[in-house]
């Protein structure tokens, strides 16, 4: 499968996160793959101890990762969803499951270029088994008017003795209406780490994130991090929920956003709870604006204030 043969406008926005599009292509890179364009598989490719499986529905898929028990794979399963239409309903259905004993990376990209008026739905449900390795990234690309409403839902389960990292990054283009709602549970032992990214850019931009972290099993632990920025309008508010259910259960939520210009708003909210008096949930949060010694010093280089701005804000964004 060559680069003609599934929209290049979908493709391109992944090196906006420095990543290669040739991992995407079927016959090239390693990995297992899988493509979407609107509601047609436009490209698959299996692996050993991998099953990639796909049913077309008329507004999108159901689609069905499996990766059997005790594969270890070093190179990432790659899967885009994309439309390259203007306006539309996208409804994708993802069941990832991972077995035991298994190590593995998923990065999957969200592209909508053209979005003009543009939904997409996502309904995920994960399961990952015993004493597992899993690491979920998504990155997402809006198109630059604003004109997408992305809503997804995800249910992840995590097995005992398991490491569960999940990344969402929504940094690059205009985000639109956005709504996120992700509900983790952590079985005995288990570790969480989960980190979202968001960058609402004008007043068209609406973000609502809730990620949550349920720990349910004896000695699981989480950190969740979320990142925002809000300028010229730009809407950001941040849910990160824990819950320590069960003995000795440690969790922390960290929230960060940064507010720019007329009418911008971030707000974030922490929710923390603990039902077992030997669990330990914390947080903290932090909400401004950068120094003006800073936005100085890099204009003293030479540079605007908006791309002095810019370069402080990525630099918040991508800082682990």
């Not at 899988?34 to 990639?52: H, T």
């Not at 099993?217 to 508010?237: F, H, N, P, Q, T």
């Amino acid at each position: 499968m060559s680069n003609t043969e599934y929209p290049e406008d979908i493709l391109q926005s992944l090196e906006d996160y420095n990543i290669d599009i040739q991992d995407f292509i079927p016959g090239h890179g390693k990995g297992a793959k899988l493509l979407l364009n609107f509601n047609k598989i436009s490209g698959i490719e299996q692996v050993e101890g991998i099953i990639l499986q796909g049913k077309e529905i008329p507004n999108g898929i159901i689609a069905d990762v499996i990766i059997k028990e005790g594969t270890k794979h070093e190179e990432p399963i790659h899967l885009c969803f994309g439309v390259n239409k203007e306006s539309g309903i996208q409804e994708i259905f993802p069941r990832i499951i991972a077995e035991d004993n298994t190590d593995v990376k998923i990065q999957a990209h969200c592209s909508f270029p053209n979005a003009d008026g543009l939904i997409h739905k996502m309904f995920g449900h994960f399961y990952v088994g015993n004493n597992c390795n899993f690491e979920y990234s998504e990155t997402h690309y809006h198109g630059e008017k604003s004109g997408a409403l992305v809503a997804p839902v995800g249910y992840m389960y995590i097995g005992e003795n398991s490491v569960f990292i999940n990344n969402f990054n929504l940094t690059k283009g205009t985000p639109g209406q956005i709504k996120i709602l992700i509900d983790i549970y952590a079985m005995k032992n288990s570790v969480i780490k989960s980190n979202i990214r968001a960058f609402g850019k004008s007043k068209r931009d609406s973000i609502r994130i809730r990620d949550s972290v349920f720990l349910e099993g004896e000695r699981a632990r989480s950190i969740i991090k979320m990142k925002a920025a809000a300028r010229d309008g730009g809407e950001v508010l941040m849910y990160g929920v824990t819950e320590g259910n069960a003995p000795y259960t440690n969790g922390h939520v960290e929230c960060s956003e940064i507010v720019l210009g007329q009418g911008s708003i971030c707000r974030a909210r922490p929710f923390i709870r603990a039902t077992d008096p030997t669990s330990s949930v914390s947080h903290e949060a932090s909400l401004g604006r950068f120094p003006q010694k800073w936005l100085d010093e890099l204009q003293a280089k030479g540079l605007t204030e908006e791309e002095a701005t810019d370069i402080l804000i990525q630099a918040m964004l991508d800082e682990e």
